[in-house]
Nanobody, 125 residues
């Protein structure tokens, strides 16, 4: 099982980044995929998630209207388009898969079973 997140980097406030998560080794199309982030000294927090078919999405209030999640089950990828970035969005971003057939996106991080290695997003003011 592998989830590999990429696309992080340094961007000025107000800018945009697009993160991508590539999955392999499990039935990707059967899993809700979520994005989480963890800032220094803080707990990992939910950012966004997509249901297995991509027909349902969820967002944290802090990113709603600025971030958009999308998935391509043919390519086993989930992207997170991040616009109007703020310094408080600075964190390591992780993609993760929830238990097969489950869609409870805002459940705690420990209910997600597979995790990627994270990609760092830094937003300067």
């Amino acid at each position: 099982v592998q989830l590999q997140a990429c696309g992080g980097g340094l961007v000025q406030a107000g800018g945009s980044l697009r993160l991508s998560c590539a999955a392999s080794g499990f039935g990707f199309e059967d899993y809700c995929i979520g994005w989480f982030r963890q800032a220094p000294g803080k707990e990992r927090e939910f950012v966004s998630a997509s249901s297995s078919g991509g027909d349902r999405t969820a967002y944290a209030d802090s990113v709603k209207g600025r971030f958009t999640i999308s998935r391509d089950n043919a390519r086993n990828t989930v992207d997170l388009q991040m616009n109007s970035l703020k310094p408080e969005d600075t964190a390591v971003y992780y993609c993760a898969a929830q238990s097969r057939g489950t869609y409870n996106p805002k459940r705690p991080a420990d209910e997600y079973v597979y995790w990627g290695q994270g990609t760092l997003v830094t937003v300067s003011s």
